[in-house]
């Protein structure tokens, strides 16, 4: 069986990196399939994570003056990732072209028996796995509905998206894990093999925060800076915004994905918001604690609440509950692996459509 991913796999971005690597070792591993990245890079995806952005309004132009400084940071960033992509990610064209047209990628899906996706409009037969929706609503779902109608199989990580799929479609929508939790530690720590991280000194303690966005940026580190302190450690911040909060000291703004792996994996503590980091400090068993505000996001506060680690969870800055450092995440886990096998189910019905002549 052929399959092809159509997703973020070349974003230079973390866990849509991981994500990506982790279901294609997962469909390679349990189903024996031949699985291959379709070489999709959009115009916008290109103008996020590229280091010269295309200037089409005053607000770009500003971005780009205030991203002068960081240069030679972002520079280097770009090149980890690139590097890292080549290592492990097979693309199906053999020539690497990118592909920015619909025309274009329909050519392409001819070569697989499946297509999995988060969303688009394909030719091919066709399945989405963990999609995420974000704030998306019933009424402006409505207006894609028309291109869900040949999807095989939908599938998403969040009951809310599986209830406003299910109005939108009318098909039965399930809830799966997100593709890095297939994965443990050990099929990570093949990637870090021979990775020396120059953020990483021998033996070590420290505590870790990755924060995205804009909104309470500075309220979170803030909140980190004061959790570290309070447990007398030294906090590596592993900057993702290039913003004028790129400006604060002590920032690590040319981390690859292997400084993310090898920051994560040695951290006494990871502070975030981001559900990626949060599945990682999980997957290494280290204590990690997930910032919200007031507009908690269900994709994060959903899989705690599931696995029952809503302690884990940080309203606004109040740290004042947290007492120690610890973490004994077998109870959780074994939620997890009840989870990973619900997940597998839906993937096992990829399989058989796989074998099934169209």
Do not use: W
């Amino acid at each position: 069986m052929k399959i092809g991913i159509l997703t973020y796999s070349k974003a230079n971005n973390f866990g849509a990196m991981m994500q990506a690597l982790a279901l294609k070792h997962t469909l390679e591993e349990r189903y024996k399939a031949d699985v291959y990245f379709v070489n999709y890079y959009s115009v916008l995806q290109e103008n996020n994570d590229g280091l010269k952005l295309k200037i089409c309004n005053m607000a770009q132009l500003v971005k780009q003056f205030i991203r002068m400084p960081f240069r030679k940071q972002i520079r280097t960033r770009i090149q980890k990732f690139t590097d890292f992509r080549s290592r492990n990610f097979v693309f199906s064209s053999k020539k690497m072209n990118e592909y920015t047209s619909q025309e274009e990628l329909v050519e392409e899906f001819d070569k697989f028996d499946i297509i999995i996706v988060g969303s688009d409009q394909l030719k091919a037969r066709k399945i989405t796995y963990a999609a995420s929706i974000g704030v998306s609503q019933v009424e402006k779902l409505k207006e894609y509905s028309v291109y869900m109608d040949d999807f095989f199989l939908l599938s998403t990580r969040e009951e809310k998206a599986k209830k406003i799929l299910e109005e939108c479609t009318h098909k039965t929508v399930d809830v799966v894990l997100d593709p890095t939790l297939f994965v443990d530690s050990d099929f990570y720590d093949t990637l870090l093999k021979g990775y020396k991280c120059e953020y990483l000194a021998v033996k070590e303690k420290y505590m870790l925060a990755v924060f995205y966005g804009r909104k309470n940026l500075s309220k979170f580190r803030k909140s980190a800076e004061k959790l570290a302190q309070k447990f007398s450690l030294p906090l590596k911040i592993i900057n993702v915004n290039f913003g004028a909060a790129a400006y604060a000291s002590n920032l690590i703004n040319d981390a690859g994905p292997l400084d993310f792996l090898s920051l994560i994996k040695n951290a006494e503590c990871v502070c975030t918001n981001s559900f990626h980091n949060m599945a990682f400090a999980l997957i290494y068993d280290r204590p990690f604690y997930v910032f919200e505000d007031n507009a908690l996001d269900v994709r994060k506060v959903g899989i705690l609440k599931t696995l029952k680690l809503q302690d884990r969870i940080v309203y606004g800055d109040d740290i004042s509950s947290i007492t120690k450092l610890d973490c004994d995440f077998k109870e959780n886990k074994l939620i997890l692996d009840h989870l990973k096998l619900q997940s597998f189910a839906f993937l096992d019905q990829i399989d058989r459509l796989g074998s099934i002549q169209i």
